[in-house]
């Protein structure tokens, strides 16, 4: 098991907490919450040790499209970088529903 953590500047706040994805066999659950800091801090748990490189360059690539203001926790369980993207997609277009 490793944990990493990330931070990438924001400008916008979050609306709401958004919650998607499962922690299953090759797929990944993402928790996204307002924070009230200029940044977003992602922490990210996965079962797969060493792919450090490829988890920041996967949120590299997400962050130059996000600017939101928000937690992000990532508990993933072996995720292809495409999972990834769109469990992040799905988060965010979650956190932005103006629906109650």
């Keep these: ?39 977003a801090e992602v922490i990210i748990r996965t079962s797969v040790d060493g792919y450090g490189h490829v988890w920041k360059s996967v949120l590299d690539r997400f962050f130059t499209r996000y600017d939101g203001a928000a937690k992000i926790e990532l508990n993933d369980f072996g995720a292809t970088p495409g999972v990834v993207m769109l469990r992040l997609a799905e988060a965010v277009e979650a956190s932005e529903d103006d629906a109650p």
């Design 1 to 39: 098991m490793e944990s990493m953590r990330y931070e990438y500047p924001a400008t916008r706040p979050v609306k709401r907490r958004a919650h998607v994805g499962v922690v299953g066999s090759g797929d990944l659950e993402v928790l996204l919450s307002p924070s009230g800091a200029p940044h």
